[in-house]
């Protein structure tokens, strides 16, 4: 077969996925064209888009062999390599692509793009920043580059000039799929191309057969999950307040307690069921079926959601009658919504799928940590208020009080025993205080960034748990003593009917005392004797 024409067979394989077809049309084609460079340059662009690393490698480094100078064949061996995590073996392949040809813009994409991959120092970010600037200024209609510098400028903080390359990209190609794709991980990129859902449900119409776009809409549904953090945190200690009350309440005021819980639990379960629901709705048939076998922890998460309503609402019912009964339900229901938020964050960290690399895993602890590390004045806010919630609890008398108490400590103790746990596993250099600070700041005080980055984070964490832990001695302090007891008022109706009695004698004995009216003989003064003379006495004279 003529190359042109095997050449031509490829390129539609590959543009429409076929990449296993294509390598066995390479193979059978192999014995004529083994010595043509643009040969080999095919077999490694199927191997990539297959992301079979090792095997793109040896095929790039075929076509080297027989042309050197070639920049496609560097091209296909540094992104090789930097996908197998040799980032410096990746950086000098393609360096040597630049030398060759400085006018090939793709070189200067792909310096830019491996030196984001793994940032050290702010350096790495200026070099990234630039190059990417460089292969604009050579191929300014060029979409792609556009969506790696928006990437770029979002990795720098600079969300205004990652939303000018997205926007500058998408006027050249408004149906370009990298660029629709990474809006969603730019701030306010809704803003540019609508609700990621919804564009990436018109991509997969397009290209049904396109897994990398079935995994982004799931993370996207994914995403929408977090929302329920916050609310549930809030959701025990509010009902436990309405029981707090109805429990000092009699009567009447039990019944307009459990009224107020069940209006709140019904409100609270109806609006976080509408939320679901509008985020499932854009979702095609059985989709979420295909979403729960790729993230088996969504749907427990979910189901630990609806068992922390059930055991919120029930348990401030039966706290109005029975209060230890009732801490210890809605504490479980605090705790079950910890669970449920801890899933969430894992899933939407992207959790390594299999027996993932080391490389994979640290991406994986460092993505965790930072979502755990983010919101902290958010995180305060609500701590602030459930104290408000405790105040009003103990003002009360009532030993619900423990409710609050312990969801202030579940909800700084999960992420700070997480954070910690990363930290540890991570080390020194490459935990996400660590990494963060050190990202930016320059390669000459990267140390001392490091160490900085170190003693914050263990700051942060030690804050999480001195508090969670002052908090959770609260809780069970509350739980085990006898407060509502000793600070009701109407615990005087349950004192022992032996100290009554005994009260009622010594009333009645002092009554006694004080209506006895004794007789004016009993107070007589008693005749006093006569006493014989005094002798005088007198001092002899001698």
């Not at 990209?169 to 799929?177: A, F």
């Not at 660029?179 to 609700?195: F, P, T």
């Not at 449900?201 to 993370?219: F, K, T, W």
């Not at 009658?321 to 801890?342: H, N, R």
Request: proline residues 4%; charged residues 20%; contains cysteine.
């Amino acid at each position: 077969m003529e190359f042109e024409r095997l050449h031509h067979r490829i390129t539609h394989n590959l543009a429409i996925g076929r990449e296993t077809e294509a390598i066995a049309l390479l193979k059978d084609q192999l014995n004529e064209h083994h010595q043509v460079p643009a040969f080999w340059i095919l077999y490694s662009s199927c191997h990539l888009n297959l992301e079979q690393w090792a095997e793109a490698e040896s095929t790039a480094r075929a076509a080297l062999n027989l042309d050197p100078a070639d920049p496609v064949a560097g091209e296909c061996l540094a992104i090789a390599l930097m996908r197998q995590h040799r980032r410096d073996e990746a950086l000098l392949a393609i360096r040597q692509v630049i030398e060759a040809d400085p006018e090939y813009g793709n070189g200067h994409y792909w310096l830019s793009m491996i030196t984001l991959s793994g940032i050290r120092s702010n350096d790495d970010r200026v070099l990234a920043r630039k190059a990417i600037e460089h292969a604009i200024r050579l191929d300014p209609g060029n979409p792609a580059y556009y969506q790696g510098a928006a990437i770029v400028a979002e990795a720098q903080d600079d969300n205004r000039a990652a939303l000018a390359f997205l926007q500058a990209g998408l006027q050249i190609d408004p149906n370009h799929q990298g660029l629709l794709r990474v809006a969603g991980s730019i701030g306010n990129g809704e803003k540019i191309v609508g609700d990621q859902g919804d564009v990436l449900r018109g991509l997969i119409s397009i290209d049904p057969m396109n897994e990398g776009l079935h995994q982004d809409y799931a993370e996207s549904f994914v995403a929408k999950q977090s929302v329920y953090a916050h609310r549930f945190w809030l959701f025990a200690p509010v009902v436990a307040a309405a029981a707090a009350l109805g429990q000092r309440a009699a009567g009447a005021g039990t019944v307009l307690a459990i009224i107020a819980i069940a209006v709140l639990a019904g409100l609270f379960g109806w609006w976080n069921k509408r939320q679901y629901s509008e985020a499932a709705k854009s979702l095609p048939a059985g989709y979420t079926k295909d979403i729960a076998a790729r993230y088996p922890k969504l749907p427990r998460a979910i189901r630990a959601y609806q068992l922390a309503w059930l055991l919120g609402a029930g348990g401030a019912t039966l706290g109005c009658f029975l209060p230890v009964a009732g801490i210890i339900v809605m504490l479980l229901g605090v705790l079950a919504s910890q669970l449920g938020a801890l899933w969430i964050l894992q899933v939407n960290a992207g959790p390594p799928a299999g027996t993932a690399d080391r490389h994979e895993q640290r991406r994986y602890l460092i993505r965790c940590s930072g979502m755990h590390a983010e919101g902290f004045w958010k995180r305060v806010g609500l701590v602030l208020c459930q104290l408000v919630i405790f105040g009003i609890c103990l003002a009360n008398g009532s030993r619900i009080a423990a409710v609050p108490a312990g969801s202030i400590a579940a909800g700084l103790l999960f992420p700070g025993f997480s954070l910690l746990a990363a930290q540890f596993r991570l080390g020194f250099k490459e935990n996400a205080f660590a990494f963060g600070l050190a990202a930016t700041t320059s390669a000459k005080n990267r140390n001392l960034a490091l160490l900085r980055g170190n003693i914050g984070g263990l700051y942060f964490i030690g804050v999480h748990l001195f508090i969670g832990l002052i908090a959770a001695t609260a809780s069970f302090t509350l739980l085990a003593s006898g407060m509502d007891s000793s600070l009701d008022p109407a615990s005087e109706d349950r004192t022992p009917r032996q100290e009554n009695v005994s009260d009622e004698n010594l009333l009645k004995r002092l009554e006694e005392l004080e209506t006895r009216d004794p007789g004016i003989s009993e107070y007589a003064t008693p005749t006093l004797p006569e006493l014989p003379d005094i002798p005088s006495l007198s001092v002899s004279e001698q």
